[in-house]
């Protein structure tokens, strides 16, 4: 009996069958298929592994930086805008989850019982910049670069 591959084996046969550069709509669907079943975080931390770029809204909402997320926010911003003009409520739909996961993530590590007070803080802000987001994301680039001046809160760390 032979034991089943591993993901990451079976990311790196994905990434050998064919010439993939970046990933897209169609890149993401065919890995999300080759691996199944598989999380989109965890997939997505491979493909990042791997270093192959992303496109929104694939790429999710990263939260190592407040430099980060705010390029990931604003990137999905434009995705969701789109989505809204062209009807296409599935992909809108599929950007607010990015988004809601991303804050979900980020208030679980607010309040895991060994995460520092100054984690805390950082994740705690960030979370809120995702709640403006969600509330009202066309509202969102003029609101953070109004936080940043008055709330310094664009510390990376």
């Not at 996961?101 to 910049?129: C, G, H, I, V, Y």
């Not at 403006?132 to 001046?149: D, Q, S, T």
Request: proline content about 6%.
């Amino acid at each position: 009996m032979t034991s089943p591959k591993s993901r990451k084996q079976a990311l790196r046969e994905f990434l050998a069958a064919g010439p993939i550069t970046a990933i897209g709509e169609a890149e993401w669907q065919a890995a999300l298929r080759a691996l199944a079943p598989v999380s989109e975080s965890y997939l997505r931390d491979l493909l990042r592994e791997a270093g192959l770029p992303f496109a929104q809204p694939y790429a999710g909402i990263r939260q190592k930086s407040f430099m980060d997320l705010e390029l990931d926010l604003r990137d999905m911003l434009a995705i969701y805008a789109e989505a809204m003009r062209a009807g296409d409520r599935s992909r809108a739909r599929y950007c607010r989850c990015q988004v809601i996961a991303a804050k979900d993530r980020a208030r679980f590590l607010a309040r895991r019982p060994n995460t520092s007070p100054e984690k805390k803080a950082q994740k705690d802000e960030m979370a809120q910049w995702m709640l403006v987001w969600l509330e009202n994301p066309e509202v969102f680039p003029v609101w953070v670069e109004i936080r940043k001046r008055y709330c310094n809160s664009t510390d990376s760390t």
